[in-house]
């Protein structure tokens, strides 16, 4: 599954994604920067904060408490913010587009 990041400064970067894995792991496997995932997958760091483009965000699926809460934490959560690590990749996500913050 392909999906690209694209950081703040505009540059894009397209990645290959296990289905089954998540969007965390495919970022962190290919050096993507601007994704922290201090916590390597717990929901429990929010440093693996993205912006989903609208067109997948609601193929991301739902959203868990833990998540929720922890975005709250977050500098600049938007309604396209999501946790990384707790996007699942699945074959509907070909083609995801996610933006990293400025910070984590
Ligand atoms: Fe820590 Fe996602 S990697 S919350």
């Not at 609208?54 to 999501?82: H, I, K, Q, V």
Request: hydrophobic share 40%; glycine share 8%; charged share 20%.
């Amino acid at each position: 599954v392909s999906v690209t990041f694209i950081d703040r400064a505009g540059t894009a970067r397209q990645v290959q994604a296990e289905p089954g894995s998540t969007l965390m792991l495919a970022a962190r496997d290919n050096g993507i920067p601007g994704i922290v995932a201090e916590c390597g997958g717990m929901a429990a760091c929010a440093t693996c904060h993205v912006y989903i483009d609208d067109r997948y965000l609601p193929l991301t699926g739902a959203m868990g408490d833990d998540e929720d809460a922890l975005l709250d934490f977050t500098d600049e959560r938007t309604p396209n913010s999501r946790l990384a690590c707790q996007v699942v990749i699945t074959p509907q996500l070909e083609g995801l587009i996610a933006r990293t913050p400025e910070e984590q």
